[in-house]
Nanobody, 121 residues
Framework: QVQLVESGGGSVQAGGSLRLSCAASGSTYSSNCMGWFRRAPGKEREAVARITGGGATAYSDSVKGRFTISQDNAKNTNYLQMNSLKPEDTAMYYC???????????????WGQGTQVTVSS
């Protein structure tokens, strides 16, 4: 069992920055994936970024170059640094824990409750 707690959301003007944190507790293991997803009203859930236990990262095209995911394994915490925020980034952001297998992050079975990010123009 893994528990995830997000923090760092808030309101910011366009062009500003926020740093989201995802603290994990409970059982941990190698070959894990930590991902960030977001859902805006009226839109499908979107995968934003993910990082593997080995530190490999991937990003959605919509955030590439603006967002950076990183992790501190000693603290069981990962971070999503969001720069140059746009109004379209407004969404509820969720942290999730999954498995890395055969080169793919999948089976995101553990989810946090989410943290709201609001970007105004």
């Amino acid at each position: 069992q893994v528990q995830l707690v997000e923090s760092g959301g808030g309101s910011v003007q366009a062009g500003g920055s926020l740093r989201l944190s995802c603290a994990a507790s409970g059982s941990t293991y190698s070959s894990n994936c930590m991902g960030w997803f977001r859902r805006a009203p009226g839109k499908e859930r979107e995968a934003v970024a993910r990082i593997t236990g080995g530190g490999a990262t991937a990003y959605s095209d919509s955030v590439k170059g603006r967002f950076t995911i990183s992790q501190d394994n000693a603290k069981n915490t990962n971070y999503l640094q969001m720069n140059s925020l746009k109004p379209e980034d407004t969404a509820m952001y969720y942290c999730a824990a999954g498995l890395y297998y055969l080169g793919i992050c999948r089976d995101y079975t553990y989810w946090g409750q989410g943290t709201q990010v609001t970007v105004s123009s």
